[in-house]
């Protein structure tokens, strides 16, 4: 299997929004090969950090990758959701930055054993945690026509999802799907050949990337995390989030919204009706921040990352609007 070779996005703009404060205590939720968690390690000669990954692999590497820094680090293999109670098995808290990159990573999409890309052929897996849970294929195997469809217009915004469906639980029956490549020239039938001809992505990204969200749960894992942030974060504590597409954007986005509501009532009166009378968080990116001409020409998976920040008031805990 090729190394865990993955180059981190917005690097920069992450350790410049983290704030990064003095024997502060910061969480990496997505390590990877471990690019952000170093350049915060580096940034700041005190702060202790924490690293969680799903996978195995990106654990391996990083470990290697942040060795220097091994006194102040903490590597953990689990799903960032599960942040609360690693925390609290760590005995830390509250904490003082939260980071999540997004997505997949360089090094699961460039390994045909990893089946998240269709390039080359490998196993449907598409298992950020190989260890654990059902593979893409067996995802597949136990979908009906009209939930796998569903599941492709929705975490793939695909329009042909229907005809995509209705081809792949065909050929499940007869037992045609084995690989990335078989998977990826049935989706390739359904698209019409105008369309594919004036398209920018391979007529398999939508769908792929659907499976993919849906074989790791990403989307729960996301508003999970977004629901228990405010209660880890010390006051002044920031949370940044990179994502790659609309569907985790919108989560984000929205989360950070609401958490900036107030009520119009007075204090008093806000707390007896059960609203909040103070924010939650501040955002601190009104937009989101992009990479640079310069980073997507280097690393074009840049492209599409953007980078939202919230920070954590100081603000009384008041039960939340409901």
Wanted: one cysteine or more; a neutral charge.
């Amino acid at each position: 299997m090729a190394p865990f070779d993955h180059e981190s996005v917005l690097t920069d703009a992450v350790v410049a929004n983290l704030a990064l404060r003095d024997h502060g205590i910061y969480v990496d939720g997505t390590l990877g090969g471990g690019g952000h968690a170093l350049a915060l390690l580096e940034a700041n000669p005190t702060l202790m950090l924490v690293g969680i990954d799903r996978d195995p692999a990106a654990l391996e590497a990083a470990g290697t990758r942040l060795a220097a820094h091994a006194a102040r680090t903490r590597l953990v293999h689990a799903p960032y959701a599960d942040l609360p109670a690693i925390l609290s098995s760590l005995h830390l808290g509250p904490v003082h930055g939260i980071l999540l990159d997004l997505g997949v990573s360089s090094p699961q999409l460039d390994v045909p054993e990893r089946g998240f890309s269709f390039s080359k052929p490998g196993p449907l897996d598409m298992r950020m945690d190989p260890t654990r849970g059902p593979t893409a294929l067996e995802l597949l195997r136990t979908l009906d026509a009209d939930s796998l469809a569903d599941l492709i217009s929705t975490l793939g915004e695909e329009r042909h999802a229907r005809k995509i469906s209705r081809l792949i639980q065909e050929a499940i029956r007869a037992d045609r799907v084995h690989s990335t490549t078989d998977l990826a020239a049935l989706i390739t039938q359904a698209i019409p050949p105008a369309e594919q001809r004036t398209s920018r992505i391979h007529p398999a990204t939508r769908t792929f990337q659907a499976l993919r969200i849906a074989v790791n749960a990403e989307l729960d894992q996301l508003s999970s995390l977004l629901a228990s942030f405010p209660d880890l974060l010390a006051p002044g504590g920031r949370f940044a989030i990179i994502s790659f597409h609309s569907l985790e954007d919108r989560l984000v986005k929205h989360r950070f919204r609401d958490l900036t509501w107030t009520t119009s009532l007075p204090r008093h009166l806000a707390a007896a009706a059960g609203e909040r009378a103070d924010p939650v968080c501040e955002v601190v990116t009104r937009k989101p921040i992009y990479a640079s001409d310069a980073e997507v020409a280097r690393n074009p998976r840049a492209r599409s990352a953007r980078l939202r920040v919230c920070e954590r008031t100081a603000a009384p805990n008041l039960p939340a609007h409901a």
